[in-house]
């Protein structure tokens, strides 16, 4: 009997194991640190381009922040492929990880899969989705997950969990906050759009993904780091200062 439930919690241990992992957009997975993500995409797009931003603490430490890359097959140019990919980390306090990846893919003209292979391929890797809506020409879709080893819940209408336009830029005052009032609300949340043709053929997918599960959290140990930095490098220059001047 208890090898019996200890092969059921080894066999949930090991499903969830394997949900977790498939949260990532083309192999950038939520949790990677800027190193990986890096390696990924010289992997994925060895001639494509990338740029992060790092941001510094008053007394010297730096991490990234943020990063974007480029693709465009100029080698076809009559017959491109063109992505952007946009990532956002938390600070060096929580491991400097991963939290946001959006992607936005132009498909090559002459390989353009179907729309419905497209959305299809989403829920084989994500699972069924809290919300769908399809119209002639494009499938939109939204995952909104409460943890990462439970299914996707059902939603009613879709949520407004990733801005376009205000994509995170990093771990700041301005995402935390917003993440202390939405956290519940949108946990970690995947949002996905394909578009084509009336003739079924996909021309474009933009897909976004960001968990607001543990931001608050991460924000204060990020805090935490570093002021205990700034404190250590405070005592350090106080104790071997230079005397103050006569006045």
Not at 94 to 99: D, H, W, Y
Request: proline share 4%; hydrophobic share 40%; with cysteine.
């Amino acid at each position: 009997m208890k090898n019996i439930i200890l092969s059921a919690l080894l066999l949930s241990a090991a499903t969830a194991a394997s949900h977790a992992a498939e949260f990532d957009i083309n192999g950038m997975a939520l949790g990677m640190n800027a190193d990986k993500v890096v390696a990924k995409y010289q992997e994925l797009r060895p001639d494509g381009q990338y740029s992060f931003s790092k941001w510094k603490l008053p007394e010297g430490t730096e991490w990234v922040a943020n990063g974007r890359t480029l693709y465009n097959d100029l080698s076809r140019p009559d017959d491109m492929e063109h992505e952007r990919m946009q990532f956002a980390f938390t600070g060096p306090g929580s491991g400097n990880k991963l939290f946001a990846v959006r992607r936005e893919l132009k498909f090559r003209p002459s390989e353009r899969p179907s729309t419905d292979a497209v959305y299809a391929a989403a829920v084989q890797k994500y699972g069924e989705p809290s919300y769908v809506n399809k119209d002639g020409n494009s499938i939109w879709a939204a995952w909104k997950f409460n943890a990462v080893d439970a299914p996707a819940e059902k939603l009613k209408s879709s949520l407004g969990c990733i801005g376009t336009s205000d994509f995170p830029v990093g771990l700041d005052d301005h995402t935390a906050g917003k993440a202390k009032k939405s956290a519940a609300f949108c946990g970690l949340y995947i949002e996905f759009t394909v578009s084509g043709t009336q003739t079924g053929l996909a021309t474009e997918l933009d897909m976004g993904m960001m968990s607001h599960l543990d931001l608050v959290r991460d924000f204060d140990a990020d805090n935490q780091d570093a002021r205990k930095r700034i404190d250590a490098a405070r005592v350090k220059n106080t104790s071997s200062a230079a005397p103050a001047p006569k006045l």
